[in-house]
């Protein structure tokens, strides 16, 4: 489970994404656009700003810019309506205020808006982007008005310097060490360690071994390459660790890995070209979109 940065395609002149997911599952993930989800059926645990939050039929949470989260349903019929849209449209307006909760407590028109906007992105008449954006101001407007807000405090610098780690981790991840990420992030080294686990919901450790691992699974397709070679290859300095670790993360051994096998836990890395974080048993019933 690495941590992958997230990147929306909108249409042209569109800056608001619509859809509906069945089965919601998804990776370890962040993008700096702002997400609201909705439950429109069954329950889903959704980790977002620190904390796992369980969310049941007719609740909703609001994703901010740059906020690791990842998201999983509790029942196979879990029915989840999403609106992602650009943080630019908000920015001017909100200033240094952000909500202080990601959960929401009060009710809003979350459905309602969610079809008005997937009706106007499927009829594209002319400026219906204009159309689209308007619909989510004026939901987002209300919920701001309506729920805790809090200043960022300098949080952000904070964050966007996590953001750097992780790429730094997945760059590096064969000498990068638990010092480095701490000295990187300018914290002590207790102070570090509690705020990756809080941050991400795992330990660094667990997640420097996965990132290792799926790097050495992609090493294992490589021609020619001895257990040996993809063990340093990948960080792990010996081959027993590499075999004890491997096998903690995967389940196997190196050598009894089965072919085709795609490591579909939770973590973050980041990327500049589109990435989708949704899991294979999560399905897009319906989006804004003329093909889903």
Known sequence: MIAKREIWNYPKSVKVWVGKYKHSHNLLHWHYDCELLYVEKGRIDIFCQKQMHT???GEALYVD???VHYMSALEEDT???VIVFDYEILKPYLGNVRLAHPRLKGCYPIPETYTAVRDILLRKEPFYGLEA???VMSLMSAIFRGEEVALRQGEDETARRFMVLLEHIAEKYEFFTFADAAAFMQMSEGYFSRYFHSTTGIPFSRYLNYVRTEHA??????PGLSMTE???RSGFGTIRNFNRVFRAVTGYSPRELPEGYLLSDTFVYPSTAPFDPTLYDCELIESGQSEL
């Open 55 to 57: 969310l049941a039929q």
């Open 79 to 81: 029915t989840l309506v």
């Open 133 to 135: 954006t308007a619909r």
């Open 217 to 222: 699974i992609e090493l294992m397709k490589e």
């Open 65 to 67: 810019c740059g906020q």
């Open 230 to 232: 993809i063990a340093d």
